[in-house]
């Protein structure tokens, strides 16, 4: 049957002829295993046609969405991981088979007449494949294919004169952007694929037409030569072996290591250190050596002569022998080439800054940094968020500062958003190693991917400052993927921009109408811890005197003026207001009349008619109730006008703010308090004026300020008066200079003595003589 | 003579009597089977992962998520209470926001709530509740429901889509189906 249906194939196009004869050509004896690169570098590139077709199922060429694609195929997608897989390592084998199948051509000397065309259309491919290559890892947009294309045009500028065109033209625009990308992307999936077809089918159809060289064979002398094997299935066997043994490979390794994503391309990271792929590290070596104005020569005139001294290889080269060792100077010129190529190659991979190895406690500093998450907010050489400050910039790096950092961020700055950490001393002392050993070389650890996958919006660098945004638009977005908590551990140490001074007034309006709103910050535990017991439901209207009941001072965060309640209440007094109100309202006086009533309302019943409360003791009682309920009468003003100090007295009184007070106008205790009330505390405790030397020198201070200030504590009754000392009440009367001689003459060696000196201060009125016994 | 005609004059010389012999045939035919075979393999090897790209996204299991709709607090009993509710949804590497409409009806005698989709089950219009009378209206093609969701008027072919739903703490959820 299927003979039938190719010979009707055949009648119709000669298809199935055509197919015959090209598959049975007559190969020389000596083609072999070492002619299969040719093959396989087809068969790569079908495989590159074939898995790249398919990525175009799912790829997006725009800033916007190349990354998030690219990462969608690689770990979302079913078998996304091996087809992008197989096209990357497919791109790094292709380059290697073509390298292989040049060196191959160029050993076995079949670059030489009559195939100069082939090895020139060879040398095509070879570029356009190194074309492919470099347009094609542009498209991901993650950090290497970004810096890989500021650099690789930067190149394309040194041309002299036209350079900057070039450049401009190649980018589509004056950076690297959208414009770049499209039109890499139309480079590598069009133009150059189109080309590379057109160049293999010819350069296939040469080789059909010239014949595989027969091994070692002198130009010219192809004449009697061993033709003792077709080329299927003799070589088409060699080929597929090959080919399978690549497909098993490149299947293994993209299924195992997957293709690299690096993290999406940001122009403003300045601290990537970027390094090509490895086809092209000779080159970036290469350039080391020309460094400023010599870059053209490295970029443009050496690879320029090189090209064209493949080009003209077979025209120059016209020795007629094949054999390698009767050609000593092509093999030690192209052998060298290779050589140095694989070199510099390796010079530009080992040229790459290493990352120091952590010690041990570096990495358990390293993996609690990752559990915290601590990259979300901050980068290291750039990688990571940029909320806060790249570490691997950080100035602080004292042990100590750290960890007073880490527990207390708002010591430093109180603005900080950076939440606190309480971290046992083992995790303290890992973090703070791991922060003090990052440097200039180092780069982000690679984080598990947790939880949803982060939107791309989150990876914008304005991210931060204008998340709101996307809040207010559409609040459901957040509350997907994050809870309260989450907006808690930065918003805890600064409010929301929305949430002003006001804003717990105002914010009834947005819980009402977008409940959602609240709900992405908010447990609702949060809200009722408030609005417990004055939940306004539709009943408020008839219960809410049971919540003023349970908590009359809420109202008033929302409710401050008291028009609210009298727009309701005036003239329709509320339930508890019954006929007998008036005379028991004082029972309920102390507790919510100020929820409704200013003190002018109070003012105008009880202006001239005191509360029965306030009986005629009252001035000298009040003391024990002031404080419950003064306030919702009297104002402070009030207060002060008898007391002459702020009523009830402020904290810190007692310990420390009384004793200036007393000293200044020692009256004012005397308003409210006798001298016991001071001397509780201090006959254990002196007043601070009261030094080691004040038993000396209190007279010179009585004789300033008066003794007012001791009759205080010191007065006739108190247990440690005046008299209890002196023996005699202090101060003196006036006329005690002249009724003192009873009291000298008997008592003077124990009472006169404890304050004058005999000869200094009697002996101004007495002689001293008075004195001698 | 050219290159080609050479060769094919040199295979004839040289290769033919290989053809004729019984070993050179067989060795042929293993080399053609083997080939045929490592082909096959590799089609395989590159085929399914290929194939499973395109079909996979096909066969990705539909979540059924669960998305807040409201407080029950302000339900009337009898009177059908919207709300509008939305849900984030996978679309290939696209996260888009849905919306959509509910009407929840709390009967009047006690029991469990309905919640009705005011997707026409017509030609997909948005109904909307009548209270004046008392029924689901669609103004595309005058379709109507009553509370319950069943047709009464016009052309819909069955009743108004139920949502699966449940509460929590007073706050009731419906189950959306994704795709």
């Known amino acids: 049957m299927l003979r039938r249906i190719l010979k009707w194939i055949d009648e119709q196009s000669d298809l199935v002829s055509i197919t015959r004869h090209f598959l049975e050509e007559p190969l020389a004896k000596g083609v072999g295993w ?33 990354h998030e694609t690219v990462s969608f195929i690689t ?82 500028g040194a041309v002299p004169i036209i350079g900057e065109y070039i450049r401009v033209l190649v980018r589509g625009g004056d950076s690297v952007g959208a414009l770049t990308l499209t039109r890499f992307f139309t480079i590598h999936t069009c133009i150059l694929p189109a080309l590379l077809i057109g160049l293999s089918v010819f350069h296939l159809f040469q080789v059909r037409k010239r014949g595989i060289t027969p091994p070692w064979r002198k130009v010219g002398d192809e004449e009697n030569v061993e033709y003792n094997q077709r080329f299927y299935p003799e070589q088409i066997f060699k080929d597929v072996v090959v080919a399978m043994m690549a497909v098993a490979l490149l299947v293994f390794i993209a299924g195992h290591y997957g293709a690299p994503l690096e993290r999406v391309a940001s122009p403003s990271e300045t601290g990537y250190v970027p390094r090509p792929e490895w086809f092209f590290l000779y080159q970036f070596q290469f350039l080391k050596y020309f ?16 090209v064209l001294a493949m080009l003209l290889l077979p025209y120059v080269d016209t020795n007629p022998h094949r054999l390698p060792r009767k050609r000593p100077i092509a093999m030690f010129l192209g052998i060298g080439l290779f050589v140095v190529i694989t070199a510099l190659g390796v010079m530009g991979l080992a040229s790459a800054p290493k990352q120091r190895e952590l010690s041990q406690q570096e990495k358990v500093g390293e993996k609690l940094f990752l559990d915290l998450r601590c990259q979300t907010c901050h980068g290291i050489n750039g990688g ?38 309480e971290l046992s001393s083992a995790q303290m002392e890992g973090i703070v190693a791991f922060l003090r050993s990052i440097g200039k070389n180092s780069q982000m650890p690679k984080s598990p991917a947790i ?115 009298i727009s309701c209440h005036k003239g329709a007094e509320p339930a508890s207001h019954g006929p007998n109100w008036i005379n028991t309202h004082k029972k309920s006086a102390t507790r919510s009349c100020n929820v409704c009533h200013t003190q002018d ?95 000396r020198n209190h007279k010179a201070a009585v004789k300033q300020q008066g ?19 002196h023996g005699l009440d202090m101060p003196h009367p006036d006329d005690f200079a002249l009724r003192h001689t009873r009291v000298a003459s008997y008592k003077r060696d124990s009472l006169c003595t404890k304050c004058h000196k005999i000869n200094e201060f009697c002996v101004k009125c007495h002689e001293a003589k008075d004195f001698q016994k | 003579m050219n290159q080609e005609e050479q060769r094919s004059h040199e295979f004839e010389t040289h290769y033919q009597p290989y053809e004729q012999s019984q070993e050179t045939i067989s060795r042929r035919r293993f080399l053609s089977y083997t080939t045929g075979l490592l082909t096959g393999a590799i089609a395989l090897l590159l085929g399914i992962p290929l194939a499973g790209v ?126």
């Open chain 1, 75 to 156: 770990h979302e997608l079913p078998f996304g991981k091996i087809v992008r897989g197989l096209h990357h390592w497919g791109a790094s084998a292709m380059a290697l088979v073509v390298g292989l199948h040049m060196l191959q051509v160029f050993v076995w000397g079949a670059y030489k007449k009559p195939r100069q065309v082939i090895w020139l259309l060879g040398v095509g491919l070879l570029l356009l494949t190194m074309g492919l290559a470099f347009t094609g890892y542009l498209l991901p947009w993650d950090m290497k294919a970004y810096w890989a294309m500021v650099v690789g045009t930067n190149i394309a």
């Open chain 2, 54 to 179: 395109v079909v996979g996204p096909l066969l990705k299991k539909k979540k059924s998520p669960w998305v807040r709709l409201g407080g029950l607090s302000d339900i009337a009993p009898g009177v059908p209470a919207k709300f509008t509710y939305s849900f984030r949804k996978a679309d290939g590497w696209f996260e888009k926001t849905f919306r959509g409409t509910a009407y929840v009806i709390k009967p009047k005698s006690g029991g469990d709530f309905t919640v009705l989709s005011n997707v026409c089950t017509h030609l997909g219009c948005g109904v909307r509740w009548d209270s004046d009378q008392q029924a689901f209206l669609c103004p595309c093609h005058n379709g109507g429901f009553d509370i319950e969701g069943k047709v009464t008027l016009g052309p819909p072919p069955r009743p108004l889509d139920r949502f699966t739903h449940k509460v929590e703490e007073g706050v009731i959820f419906i189950q959306v189906r994704e795709g």
């Open chain 1, 601 to 695: 309302f109070c003012s105008s019943c009880h202006t001239g008619a005191t509360p029965q409360s306030h009986d005629a003791r009252w001035s000298r009682t009040h003391g024990r109730s002031a404080g419950l309920g003064c306030q919702k009468c009297h104002n402070d003003s009030f207060c002060q006008s008898c007391h002459k100090v702020s009523m009830p007295h402020p904290r810190g009184w007692r310990s420390r703010l009384h004793q200036p007070q007393a000293q200044r106008d020692p009256s004012t205790c005397g308003t409210c308090h006798d001298q016991s009330f001071c001397t509780r505390c201090h006959v254990r405790s002196k007043p601070s004026s009261h030094t080691s030397k004040w038993r």
């Open chain 1, 707 to 725: 003794d007012a200030s001791c009759q205080n504590c010191h007065g006739p009754n108190s247990p440690i008066s005046c008299k209890s000392c």
């Open chain 1, 451 to 565: 939880g949803p996958k982060k939107p791309q919006g989150h990876f914008a660098e304005e991210w931060l400052t204008q998340h709101k945004y996307e809040v207010r638009k559409d609040p459901a977005q957040c509350s997907s993927c994050h809870k309260p908590q989450f907006c808690q551990t930065c918003h805890q140490n600064r409010r929301p921009d929305s949430h002003q001074k006001q804003w717990i007034k105002s914010h009834f309006g947005t819980a009402m109408e977008k409940p959602e709103y609240c709900a992405v910050c908010h447990e609702r535990s949060f809200c009722t811890a408030c609005h417990q017991d004055v939940l306004h439901t539709s009943q408020w209207l008839t219960e809410h005197k049971r919540g003023l009941e349970k908590r009359p001072e809420i109202c008033k965060e929302c409710h401050q003026s008291k028009d609210f309640c």
């Open chain 1, 34 to 66: 070492p002619h299969v690169f040719g093959s396989l570098a087809l068969f790569c590139f079908m495989i590159q046609m074939v898995t790249g077709v398919f990525l175009l199922l799912y790829y997006t060429p725009t800033p916007d969405h190349a």
């Open chain 1, 291 to 306: 460094p400023g104005k010599l870059e053209f020569l490295g970029a443009v005139v050496i690879p320029g002569i090189v």
């Open chain 1, 384 to 421: 990571g968020g940029s909320a806060g400050p790249d570490l691997a910039g950080a100035t602080m790096n004292d042990p100590s500062k750290l960890r007073t950092l880490l527990r207390n961020p708002q010591a430093f700055n109180p603005r900080s958003i950076m939440p606190k950490y």
